[in-house]
């Protein structure tokens, strides 16, 4: 009896995975069937199906009469159909539909993987070989039965066999699934899946279905394919995974000539009895993997960290931490030596550690485990604390004695009138200008940037507590020469500073966890490949370019107290310590471009980025502490007064020559000094308070700097005028002047030396080294 009517059938076929860890690739090589034109099989193109480049499925029918078959083994009807195709594909009614999706009938194949697009890696080797890269595929059947048959057909007794298949890609023709062999029907049947497969309790890999794998003897491999997987119509709600088996034996690869893409196609069939009663129809329905070719390769050479590069790197790090470690078990045993009390210890050893720190983290740069890569980020945070606690240091130091040192060094107001000549007065007042401009631009922005670190060391409210907690005798009435600067307001500084980078590197750690790893880069054509971390570039961006920053910022604080006293001035450590450091990271960055590559090792590599690590950090803790330690092992005594005299030979050296004759113009000028050595200026002379020194000189004491630069003047003044002399020349006026004012220099010089010859080093202070020894016992008192 006809069937009218009846509802569709909508077949959900299973996903079938690649999973490579424990299986190996098979394949087919030598078929006798090849992927053929279209033109050359009895069909005809479709309307819209992928053979003429179409995005729709191909339906093929095949009719054959029931002398062939196994009525008994219903199972079995796909073999005998397969092998009645081979034998003899013109005695079957065989048919290429012109459309598939016309009533109904479609078959979609998806890729559910996490593999790289558009790369499928195949290992070539024996049986024996196993991979840990996978594609897995997902196929989706529905067939309208009502396009096939009119008979009426037991829903249990239906079966539907799929499987995936690979053709390559630049042969001739489209792929179509048509092709089949009879041996390879005489090693395995169709699995059949049984109705309670998905209440079995789940053991380890029981979610996956393994197929046997196909061996072949011919050596032109054209296509590959899986096994036939058989399920009933009744599950076509329920899905499945299995893996397929597939070997690649080298005698195959080697004919193929290495690569090749291949396009994927999802095939499935199932068998029907045909409206006449008397035959049965077979439906083949296959349809297109969207997007590129796969791309099917040899096992790619995958290069480890080796373990000569382990050994290279631990030695670096031992050797480094060794260093560091031992500054700062130095700085701890030597703590109360003047020195570092100066030098505020604390801040030193903090130093000391986190170099020491950074160094000995630098193992986690080696690609060994998963968790190496997870804590790899908090490499940035020693290394951050670094460049941050030599800005604390130095803002605290310039804060303190900022204030005094300032005294009697405001800009020249009086032209010199020593320049001959309209043109020499104008290029002098050019020079002047220019000098005036530069000097006003640096200082705004001196001033901008200690206001900043100010801000965030919280000095106002730090002060303001303080304040609040001192006693009121212990309160200040006046303006003082110098500003208390707490180790809470430097702890501040170092903190706000350091937040940024702490907070990025948490972030990083803690929300990129699960997916941080060690992974496989592959090169472009996946026949090479190295171990790495999986790294996020922003992270790695913004904490480096941080990071420099933080060491620009420490470079700049260190130039803004360039005229400090010698025991405070780090302007040349920090200078040195940053322009080796950013030699050391131009040249090594460069050389991480270039080896940034799968192709090469990732002993280069790591290698690279553990050198700029520990050397960047010991090198900075190598010129800021090993000066002080030095000077400690050293056994010499630290006097005030000779700070005191370092401090003025700098201001000394550092004035210009305007400056020179505005001091010497302020001191002619002067009236009587005060007993504070505070000189007031006449009515006449210029509006200034100049800071006279009385200066101690003792037993083996060099003398001051600026007393010895005006008796080399005196030298070469008075050879100048011997040898005019000598030549019966008489002295012009000029000559004259100079003598005058070198002389009348010299000698106020040295009515500012007081000879004290029979006394000990240090066992007196001049009057300005008492004023100013305040600043310098706050950084002493405040210890580390």
């Not at 199972?75 to 195709?85: I, P, T």
Request: glycine fraction near 6%; aromatic fraction near 8%.
């Amino acid at each position: 009896m006809p069937h009218t009517s009846r509802p569709r059938r909508r077949l959900s076929l299973s996903v079938m995975s690649f999973f490579l860890p424990a299986t190996i690739l098979l394949v087919l090589c030598g078929t006798p069937a090849t992927a053929q034109d279209a033109s050359e099989l009895p069909i005809v193109g479709t309307l819209d199906g992928y053979d003429v480049g179409g995005n729709y499925s191909i339906c093929w029918t095949s009719q054959f009469d029931d002398t062939i078959q196994n009525t008994d083994a219903q199972e079995k009807s796909l073999l005998n159909m397969n092998r009645q195709l081979e034998t003899n594909p013109q005695a079957s009614l065989f048919t290429q539909l012109p459309t598939c999706s016309e009533n109904g009938t479609k078959m979609t194949i998806s890729r559910t993987d996490e593999a790289p697009e558009g790369l499928w890696v195949m290992w070539k080797g024996n049986r024996n070989d196993t991979s840990t890269v996978s594609a897995v595929f997902e196929i989706d059947l529905e067939v309208n039965l009502d396009d096939f048959t009119t008979v009426n057909v037991d829903e249990d007794s239906l079966w539907v066999w799929y499987r995936v298949f690979m053709c390559n890609a630049p042969r001739v023709g489209f792929c179509q699934p048509l092709v089949d062999s009879p041996k390879w029907d005489g090693y395995n049947d169709p699995i059949v899946i049984p109705d309670d497969l998905f209440a079995v309790v789940p053991t380890v890999n029981s979610q996956y279905i393994t197929l046997d794998s196909v061996p072949t003897d011919d050596s032109a491999a054209i296509t590959f394919r899986t096994d036939w997987v058989a399920n009933r119509l009744q599950r076509f709600d329920s899905t499945l995974t299995f893996t397929g088996k597939i070997q690649l034996p080298t005698m195959c690869w080697d004919s193929m000539g290495g690569n090749n893409n291949y396009i994927v196609v999802g095939h499935a069939t199932l068998e029907l009895p045909s409206s006449s009663g008397n035959d049965f129809v077979r439906v083949d329905v296959s349809s297109l993997l969207p997007g590129d070719p796969l791309m099917v390769t040899t096992k790619p050479t995958v290069k480890d960290f080796s373990t000569g590069a382990i050994v290279f790197v631990s030695i670096l790090i031992g050797v480094a931490g060794l260093m560091t470690l031992g500054m700062f078990c130095y700085i701890v045993v030597h703590r109360n030596h003047r020195v570092m009390t100066l030098a505020q210890s604390g801040m030193l050893g903090a130093l000391a550690a986190a170099s020491c720190a950074t160094i000995i983290m630098s193992f986690l740069l080696m690609p060994l485990y998963d968790a190496f890569c997870k804590l790899q980020a908090l490499l940035f945070l020693p290394a951050t604390f670094m460049p941050t606690i030599l800005v604390g240091r130095l803002w605290r130091v310039y804060t303190t004695l900022s204030v005094a040192h300032s005294l009697g060094r405001s800009p020249p107001t009086v032209s010199s009138a020593l320049d001959e000549g309209s043109g020499s007065r104008k290029l002098s007042s050019i020079r002047q200008h220019t000098r005036e401009s530069l000097s006003k631009v640096s200082k705004k922005s001196e001033e901008w940037v200690m206001k900043f670190l100010s801000l965030l060391a919280c000095s106002f409210f730090v002060q303001r507590v303080e304040q609040r907690r001192s006693t009121p005798s212990k309160r200040r009435s006046i303006v003082s020469l110098r500003r208390t600067t707490t180790r809470t307001e430097t702890l501040l500084l170092i903190f706000f500073l350091t937040l940024p980078q702490v907070v990025v590197t948490l972030f990083d750690v803690i929300h990129y966890w699960d997916t941080t790893n060690l992974w496989i880069s592959y090169s472009e054509d996946a026949a090479s490949g190295r171990i790495e971390c999986r790294s996020r570039t922003w992270v790695t961006f913004f904490s480096g370019g941080y990071l420099a920053a933080m060491f620009v910022l420490a470079m700049y604080v260190a130039w803004c107290s360039r005229l400090l006293p010698s025991a405070f001035n780090e302007k040349d450590a920090v200078f040195r310590a940053g322009f080796i450091s950013g030699l050391i990271v131009i040249i090594i960055t460069v050389a991480l471009s270039y080896s940034d590559i799968p192709e090469v090792s990732p002993n280069l590599y790591v290698c690279f980025k553990a050198v700029m690590a520990i050397g960047v950090s010991l090198l900075t803790a190598w010129s800021v502490i090993m000066p002080k330690i030095r000077r400690v092992h050293s056994g010499e005594m630290v006097v005030l007064t000779n700070i005191l005299r370092d401090m003025n030979g700098v201001n000394t050296s550092s004035l210009s020559s305007e400056e020179e004759e505005y001091r010497r113009a302020s001191q002619e000028a002067a009236a009587r000094p005060s007993r504070d050595g505070i000189v007031t200026p006449s009515n006449d002379g210029p509006r200034k308070r100049v800071t006279h020194c009385k200066t101690v000189l003792r037993n083996d004491e060099p003398i001051p700097k600026k007393l010895e630069r005006q008796l080399y003047q005196l030298n070469g003044l008075t050879e100048a005028i011997t040898d005019r002399c000598a030549e019966g020349r008489p002295m012009d006026k000029t000559e004259w002047e100079a003598l005058l004012r070198v002389t009348t220099d010299l000698t106020r010089e040295f009515e500012n030396v007081r000879m004290r010859f029979n006394d000990a080093p240090g066992s007196e202070s001049n009057s300005e080294s008492n004023r100013m020894n305040g600043s310098f016992g706050e950084l002493e008192r405040a210890g580390p």
